[in-house]
């Protein structure tokens, strides 16, 4: 049953998806053409029936097809199953039950016959269609007969019947055979592409594990001293270098090879890389990148970049669009003075890449049809995808390519992209927000609270947990495209932090550190981790621009955005414990952050040196002979000398609740449990001088 469910609602968003390109000029189609009609049917050529209600219900049902992007993000998720039944009512049930309630009449038999060909053009399934036109028609009759089978029998004009069964069935398979046609096309392309992308991920991946073997090897500057290897600093960058730019141009490959088979597949572009790019820089990159079969091809090329500017798209399909006009310009090339221009400018019609040859150019004929699948031209080997890929580039990117040539002059392709800041682009992202996911880690109830809105009314999925949680999931569990971490949470807990950064390192997801400005951090986040700071009010008043930057753009991760703890110097801090060797450590480690430390064995010499001298801060243990930690707090707690109020840090092992509870009576400030990180330490003492 779950099967059956799951195979009806994959149609009915295929069908869906095949009519969408259509939908506002269909939408705008029944919202004017129903009530017009009515004014035909009802003033200029009466009718004997007309329903007002009827056609309004039916125009309504249309309007908001026609206004379906300004509907929720919720309600936009239905519009596959709305489409269905909106077209089966106002085509096959309006059309066949307005022409029983006129008895067949000669103009309402030729209106159904209209509104068979437009059912059959909008669903274009033969099965869905002809299962929408039984039940309507079925479901009209019955509105207007009942059971009165005599009336009915006698009312039907039956030679329409053969005609409308005809129409039905014959146009469906007309229309079916077209459509395998195309798909045979397409499973050929399909094949092709899975050949190629069979033959160029081995050899890519064979690459990428030797670079993987080669980066593992190679020395360290640390190595090369220690062991006497010959190897400068300069040429271990280097080296280190073109490992990573091989590695770069792997991964490129791929996600070409991806985008391309997705292309094919779906017969449309693939826009789940779309990011913000820079024109100029994805120009240069293809320049350079392109396998030029000489020096001389080279040198024909000359780039103007007027006006530099920004689209939203994939690099990696610009640049194979670009490798693909120069391809056939070099193919098409008429002599020894043959050149290649190309200018990035801003137009009044929109940001343009104009691509220019003065090759042999292309006949007016042959020109009407370059962007169709599988039309090639004098082109011996060729498939025909080239072009029409470019143009299902362009429209993907919401922007177009158009062609002019001058035979035996020159080609110019115009490339024009809508401003990265425009509706068109607004739509594209909010269409891929839809597949985007966010985990937020720990719980900050403004930013919680903004990211749920933000998430019910653009789509994409928000998952929730605290750090402990986080902490336990496998490597493979954080596929998400961002992970939002409470810093301050995180601060609270590093242990449980540290064990959720070793498991992050897997994730492609972008690490978003969330901070407090009035706050201060230490720098002991994972070094081998790309983290991406953002203040907390930010993400709470700014999110959709915070999410769109953090989804949408290339950003450069930068940790330095976090404010750092402010070392003290010059500031006198006690440390009174039994223990030498700690006492001993936890000095030496404060003296190297600038501060005074005076080392005392138990609780009575504390009280000595606050009797003696100011003292900014004590850290105590809590059992000592002589006076332990609590009976220390308590002297001086109620001491009625300057130094009763000084801060003081409890040096405890016993983490249990009734211990830091007594710590807590006291009078103690805070306390740190042994063993204490460095940096948990430092962040304690920072907190109270």
């Given at each position: 049953m779950d099967a059956f469910r799951d195979a009806i609602r994959e149609t009915v968003s295929k069908i869906y998806q095949y009519a969408e390109p259509n939908l506002t000029l269909v939408g705008w189609m029944g919202l004017l053409g129903f009530p017009t009609y009515y004014y035909v049917w009802t003033y200029l050529f009466p009718q004997p029936y007309e329903s007002l209600a009827l056609r309004t219900a039916c125009s309504l049902m249309f309007a908001v097809i026609a206004f379906r992007s300004y509907l929720p993000e919720y309600w936009r998720r239905l519009m596959p199953i709305y489409y269905s039944i909106s077209i089966s009512i106002c085509l096959p049930f309006f059309f066949f039950f307005m022409m029983l309630k006129n008895e067949w009449s000669t103009v309402w038999a030729m209106s159904f016959m209209s509104s068979i060909f437009l059912h059959i053009l909008l669903v274009h399934q033969t099965r869905i269609v002809l299962l929408q036109a039984g039940i309507s028609i079925l479901f009209a009759f019955f509105l207007t007969y009942g059971g009165d089978y005599v009336q009915a029998y006698n009312d039907i004009v039956w030679p329409y019947i053969p005609i409308f069964i005809f129409t039905y069935v014959f146009g469906n398979l007309f229309y079916f055979r077209?459509?395998?046609?195309?798909?045979?096309?397409?499973?050929?392309?399909?094949?092709?592409?899975?050949?190629?992308?069979?033959?160029m991920r081995n050899p890519l991946s064979a690459l990428k594990a030797s670079i993987e073997v080669l980066k593992s090897i190679l020395p360290t500057e640390k190595d090369t001293f220690n062991h006497?290897?010959?190897?400068?600093?300069?040429?271990?960058?280097?080296?280190?270098?073109?490992?990573?730019?091989?590695?770069?141009?792997?991964?490129?490959?791929?996600?070409?090879?991806?985008?391309?088979?997705?292309?094919?597949?779906?017969?449309?572009?693939?826009?789940?890389?779309?990011?913000?790019?820079?024109?100029?820089?994805v120009t240069l990159s293809a320049l350079s990148s392109f396998a030029y079969k000489s020096?001389?091809?080279?040198?024909?090329?000359?780039?103007?970049?007027?006006?530099?500017?920004?689209?939203?798209?994939?690099?990696?399909l610009i640049k194979y669009?670009?490798?693909?006009?120069?391809?056939?310009?070099?193919?098409?090339?008429?002599?020894?003075?043959?050149?290649?221009?190309?200018?990035?400018?801003?137009?009044?019609?929109?940001n343009q890449l104009v691509f220019i040859d003065n090759g042999v150019g292309i006949e007016p004929e042959i020109l009407e049809n370059i962007f169709e699948d599988f039309y090639t031209f004098g082109k011996s080997g060729g498939y025909g995808l080239g072009l029409p890929f470019c143009h299902k580039v362009m429209t993907a990117l919401g922007g177009k390519i158009v062609c002019e040539s001058q035979p035996g002059?020159?080609?110019?392709?115009?490339?024009?992209?809508?401003?990265y800041k425009s509706e068109v682009v607004d739509k594209i992202k909010f269409d891929l927000l839809k597949s985007k996911s966010v985990l937020m880690v720990g719980h900050n109830e403004p930013v919680t609270n903004t990211l749920n809105e933000h998430s019910f009314y653009k789509g994409f999925r928000l998952v929730t947990m605290d750090l402990v949680t986080a902490s336990q999931k496998q490597e493979y569990e954080f596929e998400f495209d961002l992970i939002l971490i409470d810093l301050d949470v995180?601060?609270?807990?590093?242990?449980?932090?540290?064990?959720?950064?070793?498991?992050?390192?897997?994730?492609?997801?972008?690490?978003?550190?969330?901070?407090?400005?009035k706050c201060s951090y230490h720098d002991d986040i994972e070094r081998h981790l790309l983290v991406y700071p953002v203040e907390k009010a930010r993400m709470t008043h700014q999110c959709g621009i915070v999410l769109d930057e953090l989804l949408f753009e290339c950003l450069e991760p930068n940790r330095n955005l976090l404010p750092r703890k402010k070392q003290s110097f010059g500031k006198t801090i006690v440390i009174a414990d039994d223990n030498d060797s700690l006492r001993t450590y936890t000095s030496?480690?404060?003296?190297?952050?600038?501060?005074?430390?005076?080392?005392?064995?138990?609780?009575q010499e504390v009280i000595e040196k606050l009797e003696l001298l100011?003292?900014?801060?004590?850290?105590?243990?809590?059992e000592m002979p002589r006076l332990n930690g609590i009976e220390a707090a308590n002297v001086i707690r109620n001491s009625k000398e300057t130094f009763a109020n000084v801060p003081i840090l409890g040096h405890t092992g016993d983490s249990t609740q009734t211990a830091i509870n007594k710590i807590h009576d006291s009078g103690m400030n805070d306390y740190v449990i042994k063993p204490a990180s460095t940096n948990t330490l430092l962040d304690k003492v920072s907190n109270w001088i």
């Open positions: 077209n459509q395998v046609g195309h798909e045979s096309k397409v499973s050929i392309a399909k094949s092709f592409g899975a050949g190629i992308a069979h033959e006497g290897i010959k190897i400068s600093s300069q040429e271990l960058s280097l080296a280190r270098d073109v490992l990573n730019d091989a590695e770069e141009v792997i991964d490129n490959g791929n996600e070409a090879i991806d985008l391309l088979l997705t292309s094919i597949d779906e017969n449309r572009v693939s826009t789940s890389t779309f990011k913000k790019q820079s024109i100029k820089q020096i001389q091809n080279k040198q024909c090329i000359e780039f103007v970049c007027e006006d530099d500017f920004d689209f939203f798209g994939s690099d990696t669009a670009l490798y693909n006009l120069m391809k056939n310009a070099f193919y098409y090339q008429s002599s020894d003075r043959f050149k290649i221009k190309i200018t990035i400018k801003r137009h009044n019609e929109g002059s020159w080609t110019k392709f115009t490339m024009t992209f809508p401003p995180a601060n609270q807990q590093l242990d449980v932090f540290a064990t959720l950064e070793a498991k992050l390192h897997f994730t492609e997801a972008r690490i978003v550190l969330l901070y407090d400005s030496i480690l404060l003296e190297q952050q600038g501060f005074e430390v005076i080392q005392v064995q138990n609780g100011p003292v900014d801060l004590v850290i105590m243990d809590i």
